[in-house]
């Protein structure tokens, strides 16, 4: 069993940065692969980002490729979502997740645990 707890949401400008961390609670968190995905009102939950288990691999979606970045720290059990360049469409609940396929990264269904979701909005 894994808890994840997303913190660092809040309200940007246009053009800001924020930094999302993860924690997970249990001894396996490196067992596991890492996403980020976000959930805008009125749309679909939708991959951000994902990490492999040993950190050297991070995914992206199309959308926010160049903007952010994905790190993990298997001692502190921690995954960190840097976001730069913050648009107006970045606005959503981005969401932990951890999951075991490297293959299936940005699919939902790969996950087995999710956190409750931290709040990102973006203003003109």
């Known amino acids: 069993q894994v808890q994840l707890v997303e913190s660092g949401g809040g309200l940007v400008q246009a053009g800001g940065s924020l930094r999302l961390s993860c924690v997970a609670s249990?001894?396996?968190?490196?067992?596991?692969?890492m996403g980020w995905f976000r959930q805008a009102p009125g749309k679909e939950r939708e991959f951000v980002a994902g990490i492999s288990r040993s950190g050297y691999t991070p995914y992206y979606a199309d959308s926010v490729k160049g903007r952010f970045t994905v790190s993990r720290d298997n001692v502190e059990n921690t995954v960190l979502l840097l976001m730069t360049s913050l648009k107006l469409e970045d606005t959503a609940v981005y969401y932990c997740?951890?999951?075991?396929?490297?293959?299936?990264?940005?699919?939902?269904?790969?996950?087995?645990?999710w956190g409750q979701g931290t709040q990102v909005t973006v203003s003109s």
């Open positions: 249990g001894r396996t968190f490196s067992s596991y692969t």
């Open positions: 997740a951890a999951g075991g396929s490297i293959r299936g990264i940005a699919t939902m269904a790969t996950y087995d645990y």
